[in-house]
């Protein structure tokens, strides 16, 4: 993976798409699914490979994070946690996520 510095949550999402990282992830109550697809993996089916975190201009409580997975069956994508306002997602079991070692 190459290493990037960016300054928009749109411009990293942007570029990771073009190195292949393509699936939408969305962390459910039991499963992390790829949306748009039958797709569904455990948390240690997936590993993290990076994080990109983002602070709000205006209110720095307003953050998000992007999450760089890659799945054992090949399957790569990110998944996208809110801080700043009630999200979607489920924070425990992204917590479970295991992390590439460095």
Same mark, same amino acid.
């Given at each position: 993976?190459?290493?990037?510095?960016?300054?928009?949550?749109?411009?990293?999402?942007?570029?990771? &798409? &073009?190195?292949?990282?393509?699936?939408?992830?969305?962390?459910?109550?039991?499963?992390?699914?790829?949306?748009?697809? &039958?797709?569904?993996? $455990?948390?240690?089916?997936?590993?993290?490979?990076?994080?990109?975190?983002?602070?709000?201009?205006?209110?720095?409580?307003?953050?998000?994070?992007?999450?760089? $997975?890659?799945?054992?069956?090949?399957?790569?994508?990110? $998944?996208?946690?809110?801080?700043?306002?009630?999200?979607?997602?489920?924070?425990? $079991?992204?917590?479970?996520?295991?992390?590439?070692?460095?």
């Amino acid at each position: 993976m190459k290493t990037h510095r960016f300054e928009t949550l749109s411009e990293t999402l942007n570029a990771l &798409q &073009q190195d292949g990282y393509k699936a939408d992830f969305q962390a459910g109550e039991t499963d992390i699914a790829v949306v748009g697809s &039958q797709k569904k993996f $455990l948390p240690t089916d997936l590993t993290c490979v990076k994080t990109y975190r983002f602070d709000g201009m205006t209110n720095p409580s307003d953050e998000s994070e992007i999450l760089v $997975l890659e799945a054992k069956d090949g399957t790569k994508g990110t $998944l996208i946690t809110s801080y700043g306002s009630a999200e979607g997602q489920n924070p425990e $079991l992204i917590k479970k996520i295991p992390s590439a070692k460095s």
